[in-house]
C-alpha cells in the first residue's frame, strides 16, 4: 500500500527567509505526486504535480519541488517567503491506474512571522 | 475553480441520525472522489465513482455508502451518523487527458454530530 510522511507538523519561518517542506512516500514504483495547499476554513489548492520528465518542477506563487527517486522524496520549497504563504501544506501521491486515488500525508503548519 | 460545489456547507446533526451530502459538478468528469480530512491524519478516501452507478470504496469506508444516478452529482451517505464522523469532507474531480490528470477539490463540508 502507499503511504506518505510528512515528517515535519509545524515550522516556523521568518517572512523573507526560505521554506523547505519534506515530504517521503512509500510505494512500489514512481507515483504521481503532488503538493496541495490549503488555507485556514479553504479547500485544497493545487501547488505543484510531478508526473514524469524533469525532476525539478515549478508551480504557482513561486514554489517549486524536486522529485528524487533514490530517496523516495518530493520535498517543496520557496525561497523567499511571504506572510500569505501561512497554511497548511499536503503532499499527496497517486498510482499510476485508471482510479487514480490520492494518498495525503499528514499535513505540515507553516507559520510565518514577521 | 473546477466547477464543484457542495451542499450543505455546514450542518449539525445529532448520533444516529442520516445524513446526506451533495457534491455537483458542471464539467462532465468520469470520476469523482470523497475524501473525510481530519487533523493527523491529512486526506483519507471513504469512496469514490468511475462512472454513473459505479462507485468503489476507499480506506475509511465504514459507516458511509454512496450514490451516483447521474454524472453530475455524487451523494454521501452516513446512514446512522456517529460522534467519530465529525469531519470536513471534500469532494472531488479527476481532470483527465495530457497533462491534466490531476484532482481538484471542492470547498468541504463541516459536519459536526452531536
Known amino acids: 500500500a502507499q503511504s506518505v510522511t510528512q515528517p515535519d507538523i509545524h515550522i516556523t519561518v521568518s517572512e523573507g527567509a526560505s521554506l523547505e517542506l519534506r515530504c517521503n512516500y512509500s510505494?512500489?514504483?514512481?507515483?504521481?505526486l503532488f503538493w496541495y495547499v490549503q488555507s485556514p476554513g479553504q479547500g485544497l489548492q493545487l501547488l505543484l504535480k510531478?508526473?514524469?520528465?524533469?525532476?525539478l518542477v515549478q508551480g504557482i506563487k513561486g514554489f517549486e519541488a524536486e522529485f528524487k527517486r533514490s530517496q523516495s522524496s518530493f520535498n517543496l520549497r520557496k525561497p523567499s517567503v511571504h506572510w500569505s504563504d501561512a497554511a497548511e501544506y499536503f503532499c499527496?501521491?497517486?498510482?499510476?491506474?485508471?482510479?487514480?486515488?490520492?494518498?495525503f500525508g499528514a499535513g505540515t503548519t507553516v507559520t510565518v512571522r514577521a | 475553480d473546477a466547477g464543484i460545489t457542495q451542499s450543505p456547507r455546514h450542518k449539525v446533526t445529532e448520533t444516529g441520525t442520516p445524513v446526506t451530502l451533495r457534491c455537483h459538478q458542471t464539467?462532465?468528469?468520469?470520476?469523482m472522489y470523497w475524501y473525510r480530512q481530519d487533523p493527523g491524519h491529512g486526506l483519507r478516501l471513504i469512496h469514490y465513482?468511475?462512472?454513473?452507478?459505479?462507485?468503489d470504496k476507499g480506506e475509511v469506508s465504514d459507516g458511509y455508502s454512496v450514490s451516483r444516478s447521474k454524472t453530475e452529482d455524487f451523494l454521501l451517505t452516513l446512514e446512522s451518523a456517529t460522534s467519530s464522523q465529525t469531519s470536513v469532507y471534500f469532494c472531488?474531480?479527476?481532470?483527465?487527458?495530457?497533462?491534466?490528470?490531476?484532482?481538484?477539490f471542492g470547498p468541504g463540508t463541516r459536519l459536526l454530530v452531536l
Open positions: 464539467e462532465n468528469h468520469r470520476y
Open positions: 499527496a501521491v497517486a498510482s499510476r491506474s485508471n482510479d487514480y486515488k490520492l494518498s
Open positions: 465513482s468511475y462512472g454513473v452507478k459505479d462507485t
Open positions: 510531478y508526473f514524469s520528465g524533469d525532476t
Open positions: 472531488a474531480i479527476k481532470r483527465t487527458g495530457g497533462a491534466e490528470e490531476t484532482q481538484y
Open positions: 510505494y512500489g514504483a514512481t507515483p504521481y
